[in-house]
């Protein structure tokens, strides 16, 4: 087809480019005539949903056309609909274009493009989807395009406010080196789009400095998110949970260590997370009286350093903890200027005797507690050791066939700061003496020892060996024997590794530890160069696993006097709540409880002091007197206990189809052992159909929720579960105090399962498996408790609030109580009538009710529904009458279906409790009426509205949906039995 003297065949150009655009403006309406019939006939085929017959006439119509290319982009610019979503018909012709582009002009052959034609795609390029991106970018070749026309789109896009967009084609086009990385990025990051952020800087260096820079000046204690909110008046979607320093920081973190980042870098962030180091021993000290003064001003001082605003912040904590004396020891310790300290600091300072020097603090003498375990070994039989020669002269001598050891390891506590310690002290215990092995300094030995010939490393040996007794060499020359055959390599290996690696491979001598695989894997961590001996772990047992074997065991045989779980026990149980993890197991065993008032002491500090010396030993030593004490108490009961199930490393049978290894599991597997027993990842396999655990009714289970599981205890508030949700801001070890006090079990994943674990036991603890969706967990978490859900459960409680208090309205008393609400909305902020579904919480809802509302685990919810007691779909009979402002509210008769499910009795509240006026509840609580949409007020006959939070719900399909979803988890009233049972 030839017209006017353009081949629109082939797009010869014929005359100048002027010419040529004149004549296409001209020619527009008579291409729309033309290709008008395809268009609408690709319309009526899109119309009834005939994909494969338009995509037939999409590829017939490409056969024809010589440039299809040009014909795309004919089509689209007289398009308006393309740009709205990836469903439109729009979209499968550029899919279905780019697809007969690739297959007929594969890369190397394809045909050339003028810029004229890219800069006509890269104008539609900034206006189109963002699915639609990477087929443009291939089929009009733009990585060859003007770069001043691609950067321009890229504007373009950001002042549309389509930063993820833009972020995409720049990066595609390499142009991050031509823009301002702050003008893109931050919208972005407001909009917690962090994967886009982070693909935007993957391959520049430059641009992750400046992206760890941005967000830690957005932890400084002075930023103000709504100032820079105001300059992004158009954004939607802003994350401002995200925004917390708390998530910053953990980002921030994640960052450093990706990208390989040095911490100075973010000076904010590190002093937020000494904030919080602070914070943590403030509550330590003060709170749990759990940390002796040396300590804690030793952890202080590294904290506070010499940054001016935490040292500020001390001395204010320090008075909000009324201890305003240690607030003026500080402040003089720190020598703080005067306009800095608050009013009674500087009258404790005026009127105390000034020192010609600084005043220093005397250190109280240590003195054990009669009331703790005491270390059964004197003080010199305690070896601290600092030098491979002591370590090759000692440990061989503990390591006899037969023996027994205690194995325990110390690092100095972090506190969340950036850093991570090392493993400080490694304790070896035998039944005669116990040895601290300063890995720091051996670990440096053995370094220097590297750079060495070897040569001279055998000569350094030979050396070592000379000024030992007659006896100890010769047991050394015994235990030696072995290694004296082995390969030339191992001959060759360092005196700190062999060492290592004799004491954990040893199959002839047994090491105890507790939670021994999670010290293994720290210890891994910090000294990497001990992987080859960490590698062959061997007869390495787990007291935790033990306890854990021996006491279910004697809970499945009854004892006079009780159960057999109290008799294991004993007359310890009243004190157990005080004492947690290693601390209450040996009180449990022996009676009394470790003395863990040296646990968060600086382990690197040397020398140790005698205080540090003691508990260092006595971690290691009472594993042995434990392992012996639960061995008895077996014994005594008659039960059969396999000690090689509690072994870490001892294979554990998977299913054929397993799941991917979780990440604690792949961990493991990089040092080349098995899941230890410990682990959390050893125990995600589905517990069996026949549940062990007594039936529990839902309204008896009361959880406590990480604040990575917020979707899951949705999903159990909507099953009746009592669920505490913890915030993004709240730190993990407020679930701990939460379950203690509220006798909830914790329910998390990740890392801080050991931690909540061991400060409240392991049946008050359970580990999720975050790999799942929402709703498969709470199903795993109802079969391992046995909890008993029928269908009167099901919204029994607020999704929001939690709350399991309702009151029922009907329809006609909901539209004047929105009235009301509306009107002193009005009256009191002096701002118009809210519009329905803006401005309250219901409001997000009522979105979601449309389109659902996608939860962490990519759970969708539909929360506009109400708690029902018509789930089979029978009508309501009675409804609770709303009179008028000025009568006194009554409840009306009502009659029940005896095939409807009930509710318990503290669910419906009298509707006395409404006050019509003011249309709130009895404490104060408004009723969010006036977020119902008119039409909802119209249609629907019966409201139900939580009295914890005023929010309102009403029936909808959602009910039936978790009726369906949880079939096989739910229980009748009728039946008794449990549905665990196959």
């Not at 297959?103 to 050339?112: E, F």
């Not at 972020?167 to 301002?180: C, E, F, I, S, V």
């Not at 972090?414 to 300094?441: N, T, Y």
């Amino acid at each position: 087809m030839r017209c006017r003297g353009i081949d629109l065949t082939r797009g010869v150009i014929y005359g100048n480019f002027y010419h040529r655009l004149s004549v296409i403006v001209l020619e527009k309406g008579q291409f729309i005539a033309m290709e008008d019939g395809f268009v609408r006939n690709l319309e009526e085929l899109w119309n009834k949903k005939q994909l494969k017959q338009i995509l037939a006439a999409c590829q017939a119509r490409l056969e024809t056309a010589v440039d299809p290319r040009r014909m795309l982009v004919d089509i689209l610019e007289v398009r308006s609909d393309w740009r709205r979503s990836r469903a439109h018909l729009a979209h499968h012709i550029i899919t279905e274009f780019s697809d007969w582009v690739a297959s007929h002009h594969p890369q190397g052959k394809a045909l050339p493009c003028d810029w004229e034609l890219q800069a006509r795609a890269i104008r539609l390029l900034s206006s189109s989807q963002g699915s639609t991106m990477d087929p443009f970018i291939h089929m009009y070749q733009l990585e060859t395009a003007d770069r001043q026309h691609l950067i321009s789109a890229v504007k373009g896009l950001q002042k549309k406010d389509r930063y993820q967009e833009a972020a995409h084609l720049a990066k595609k086009m390499h142009l991050q080196p031509y823009l301002n990385f702050r003008e893109l990025c931050t919208p972005l990051l407001l909009q917690d789009k962090l994967n886009v952020v982070e693909g935007y800087v993957s391959n520049s260096p430059e641009l992750q400095q400046e992206l760890v820079r941005l967000l830690d000046s957005w932890c400084h204690p002075d930023f103000n998110l709504g100032n820079l909110l105001q300059q992004y008046p158009g954004l939607q979607q802003v994350k401002h949970e995200r925004m917390h320093p708390k998530s910053l920081s953990k980002f921030v973190t994640r960052l450093l260590d990706t990208y390989k980042i040095d911490s100075e870098l973010c000076p904010n962030v590190k002093q937020y997370r000494a904030l919080g180091a602070m914070k943590f021993l403030f509550y330590q000290k003060y709170g749990e009286k759990a940390m002796d003064d040396e300590n804690w001003n030793d952890h202080i001082s590294v904290a506070v350093g010499n940054n001016p605003w935490l040292q500020e912040q001390l001395v204010m904590m320090l008075c909000s903890y009324r201890d305003v004396t240690a607030a003026a020891r500080w402040a003089r310790r720190l020598k703080m200027p005067h306009d800095r300290l608050p009013s009674a600091v500087l009258w404790i300072l005026s009127n105390q005797r000034q020192e010609d020097g600084e005043e220093e603090e005397s250190a109280m003498a240590y003195s054990s507690r009669e009331d703790c375990y005491q270390l059964p070994v004197p003080l010199d039989q305690v070896i601290f050791i600092d030098n491979l020669a002591d370590l090759e002269m000692h440990l061989p001598a503990m390591l006899q066939p037969g023996c027994t050891l205690g194995v325990d390891m110390e690092w100095r506590p972090s506190f969340g700061v950036l850093s991570q310690p090392r493993v400080a002290l490694v304790q070896v215990a035998r039944r005669d003496r116990v040895l601290l092995l300063d890995l720091p300094r051996l670990s440096e030995e053995e370094e220097e020892e590297s750079g060495r010939q070897p040569g001279q490393r055998r000569l350094a040996r030979a050396t070592n060996v000379e000024p030992r007794a007659h006896d100890e060499t010769a047991q050394l020359q015994a235990s030696c024997s072995g290694r004296c055959e082995a390969k030339n390599s191992v001959a060759e290996e360092g005196r700190l590794l062999g060492l290592m690696r004799r004491l954990f491979s040893s199959g002839d001598v047994l090491k105890l530890g507790y939670d021994v695989g999670g010290d293994i894997q720290y210890l891994l961590t910090s000294y990497p160069m001990l992987k080859p001996a960490l590698q062959q772990s061997s007869r390495v047992l787990d007291i935790a696993v033990l306890q854990k074997q021996v006491e279910r065991l004697l809970s499945a045989q009854p004892v006079a006097g009780g159960s057999g779980a109290e008799v294991a026990r004993g007359a310890t149980a009243t004190r157990t709540t005080e004492e947690r993890g290693l601390s209450l197991l040996v009180l449990q065993t022996l009676g009394k409880a470790l003395d863990k008032r040296q646990q968060l002491s600086e382990w690197e500090r040397r020398p140790l002091t005698t205080a540090q010396l003691l508990y260092a030993a006595s971690d290691a030593y009472c594993l042995l007197e434990v392992y012996d004490g639960l061995l008895q108490k077996a014994k005594a009961a008659k039960l059969s206990v396999n000690l090689e199930k509690c072994m870490v490393g001892k294979k554990v049978q998977k299913p054929r189809h397993s799941d991917p290894a979780p990440d604690d599991e792949r961990l493991w597997k990089k040092i080349g052992t098995e899941v230890p027993a410990t682990l959390p990842a050893a125990n995600l396999t589905r517990p069996p159909e026949s549940c062990s655990r007594e039936p529990m009714s839902v309204r008896n289970f009361a959880v406590v929720c990480d604040s990575m599981l917020q979707g899951l205890g949705r999903y159990l508030r909507c099953l009746g579960v009592d669920v505490h949700i913890l915030e993004n801001i709240e730190e993990h070890r407020k679930a701990a105090e939460i379950a203690r006090a509220e006798r909830r079990v914790i329910l998390t994943c990740g890392l801080p399962y050991q931690t909540l674990r061991s400060q409240v036991g392991e049946d008050c603890c359970y580990f999720v498996d975050c790999k799942e969706k929402a709703k498969d967990q709470a199903k795993a978490v109802l079969r391992h408790f046995n909890v008993q859900v029928t269908p009167s459960d099901i919204f029994s409680r607020c999704k929001v609030c939690n709350g399991n208090r309702y009151m029922k309205i009907s329809g006609a008393d909901m539209a004047r109580v929105a009235v009301t609400r509306r009107e002193l909305l009005r009256a009191t902020a002096g701002q118009d009538d809210p519009e329905p579904g803006y401005g309250v919480v219901l409001g997000d809802d009522l979105a979601d009710e449309a389109q659902g509302c996608v939860e962490p685990g990519g759970v969708r919810w539909s929360p506009t529904v109400a708690p029902t007691q018509d789930f089979a779909g029978k009508s309501w009979r009675g409804v609770v009458a709303l009179p008028g402002p000025e009568k006194t509210m009554s409840r009306a008769s009502e009659s029940w279906s005896s095939r409807t499910p009930r509710y318990y009795p503290a669910c419906f509240v009298d509707n006395q409790e409404l006050d019509a006026n003011t249309a709130s509840f009895a404490d104060g609580t408004a009723l969010l009426a006036e977020a119902i949409p008119p039409g909802v007020l119209e249609t629907v006959q019966l409201f139900y509205c939580c009295v914890t939070c005023g929010k309102v719900f009403w029936e909808g399909s959602h009910f039936s949906r978790i009726l369906s979803q949880f079939a096989d988890v739910l229980s009748t009233e009728s039946d008794t039995s449990t549905f665990y049972e196959s």
